[in-house]
Structure formats: structure tokens, C-alpha cells
């Protein structure tokens, strides 16, 4: 994926916005690497779409998970949990027993 990124000249200097710009793709390029690798990983569409979820709302509960992927809370959490244990997202437990991964 490539971005181009047009800025006017004067606002800043046309090497600074290329500079800017290639940075963007660095990076765009290395969360399309991480999204591949962690799909490779992934057992079956739900897990692959949970964790895809995890890269648009990265703090998400399962029942957050849930809603958006159109799966029982249940499921979602179970898809969690064995994202946590591939080491593919980061379970945070609260006290009030509401796990964001």
C-alpha cells in the first residue's frame, strides 16, 4: 500500500513532505507485514476477523468484538483469548473483570 501525500508548496518545503511521506509508507508497510503474519496464524474466519477488529479498535472488549464482527460474546472471548495465547494481541485484565485486548 502507498500513500502519496500532497502538500502546497510554501506551507512546507517539498523535501520535508517527501520525507514525510516515505516515512508513512515505512510504516504502512510494516502494519501490512504485522496484519499478514498474525492472519497466517489465525485458525478460521472468525479469528481472522477478530484480530483484523484489534487493528481498527485496539483496545476492544469481547463484547465490543462481538458487536462488530456479528458473534456471540462468548465466541468473541474465546477468539481473544486465543489470540493472547499466539501472542498475536495483549490481554490487559481490569479489576472490574473487563479484559481489553
Known amino acids: 500500500m502507498r ?3 500532497k502538500i502546497p508548496n ?5 523535501d520535508d513532505s517527501q520525507q514525510m511521506a516515505e516515512k508513512l509508507n515505512v510504516l504502512l508497510d510494516q502494519a501490512e507485514q ?3 503474519t ?3 496464524k489465525c485458525d ?4 481472522r476477523l477478530v484480530y483484523l477488529m ?3 479498535y485496539p483496545n476492544i472488549t469481547a463484547v465490543q468484538a462481538a458487536e462488530h464482527v456479528d458473534i456471540a ?3 468473541a472471548r474465546r477468539t481473544l483469548n486465543a489470540l493472547a495465547e499466539k501472542e498475536l494481541v495483549l490481554k490487559i485484565q481490569h479489576k472490574k473483570k473487563c479484559r481489553i485486548f
Open 10 to 14: 510554501g506551507i512546507i518545503g517539498l
Open 38 to 40: 498474525g492472519l497466517a
Open 54 to 56: 484489534t487493528f481498527r
Open 3 to 5: 500513500l502519496e501525500v
Open 73 to 75: 460474546a462468548s465466541t
Open 34 to 36: 504485522i496484519a499478514r
Open 44 to 47: 478460521g474466519h472468525s479469528e
